[in-house]
């Protein structure tokens, strides 16, 4: 197990709940680089930084969002929208992109545990892809710990279809591959399950994992989850084992879910009521805001 973590109330700034603060968007910042057709030639990997505007505040929570696209497609551009969202709330947040299929990408070293398991060079494409997005995403977590504005032990990890697989498997699954993971001190996976072929929640969320008391957690991070009951592309039962989970150990964790049979919710993060007047993504807002004070690293 990584070191405990405490909540440490006057540590670290508290983002507003509420769209309050302005916000400067730089775009496509190289992170890092990735191999790319087949081995041999390497390719930038782009992120677009959102960084707040809050007079006397120099350092924020980070928000890492990791767009879907069955690891087939997509871009940084499909979370723009919440990436600005959460960075008008205060957050400092980086949209990433990372390699996909197409680019034929072959992992790095550091992540060859998970390479290996998945079939190492013999595997398809979009297996490859898979893991290097966890690759990709553990460089992005490497390249925005070294800056000074973040508060690297407030790092949200917040992804859609693909990239909640993606944030998922960087949240639980690397200490089960003996491969070091960074400070996450929570993850929101929407439309995300761990990889079946690696077996079941219980492999990777740990016993020890529960809130131990109050202002005190271990090292797996709490979990927000979305889904859609009847989701043809990732089904839900991959979410509910994670809850089941997660209730079994103690760890904090939502699981909210609705009838339908759309990949995500039918009507959106920001149409569908979690409750009465709040949407999904304003009730992932105040779960963070709940208990993401300030996170940081103590013995243990």
Not at 102 to 126: K, L, M, N, T, W
Not at 127 to 132: G, Q
Not at 275 to 281: D, I, Q, R
Request: hydrophobic share 45%.
């Amino acid at each position: 197990m990584l070191a405990v973590f405490a909540l440490l109330v006057a540590a670290c700034w508290k983002p507003s709940v509420d769209p309050i603060y302005s916000v400067t968007k730089i775009p496509n910042v190289v992170y890092g680089q990735g191999e790319v057709n087949g081995g041999g030639t390497f390719a930038d990997l782009l992120l677009d930084l959102y960084i707040p505007d809050v007079e006397g505040q120099d350092r924020y929570p980070l928000v890492v969002t990791i767009h879907g696209g069955g690891f087939n497609g997509g871009s940084k551009a499909k979370t723009a929208f919440v990436a600005n969202q959460f960075a008008q709330r205060g957050y400092i947040v980086a949209a990433i992109n990372y390699r996909l299929s197409g680019s034929d990408p072959i992992p790095s070293s550091r992540v060859q545990p998970i390479y290996d398991a998945a079939g190492g060079a013999a595997a398809p494409a979009q297996t490859r892809a898979f893991v290097a997005a966890i690759d990709d995403t553990l460089t992005a977590l490497d390249f925005l710990h070294a800056r000074d504005d973040v508060e690297e032990w407030q790092t949200v990890l917040w992804g859609s279809s693909a990239g909640a697989i993606t944030s998922l498997n960087v949240g639980y699954a690397l200490d089960d591959f003996d491969i070091e993971r960074p400070p996450v001190a929570a993850v929101i996976s929407n439309s995300g399950r761990f990889v079946a072929a690696f077996g079941p929640a219980a492999n990777y969320i740990e016993e020890d994992s529960h809130i131990i008391e109050p202002g005190y957690l271990y090292a797996e991070p709490p979990v927000f989850m979305t889904h859609t009951i009847g989701d043809p592309v990732i089904d839900f039962q991959g979410a509910q084992d994670i809850a089941d989970r997660a209730t079994a150990v103690g760890l904090d964790h939502v699981l909210f879910s609705v009838e339908g049979t759309t990949h995500g919710l039918p009507n959106g993060l920001f149409q569908t009521q979690y409750s009465p007047g709040v949407n999904v993504f304003q009730a992932q807002v105040n779960w963070l805001d709940s208990f993401l004070v300030g996170v940081a690293e103590t013995a243990g």
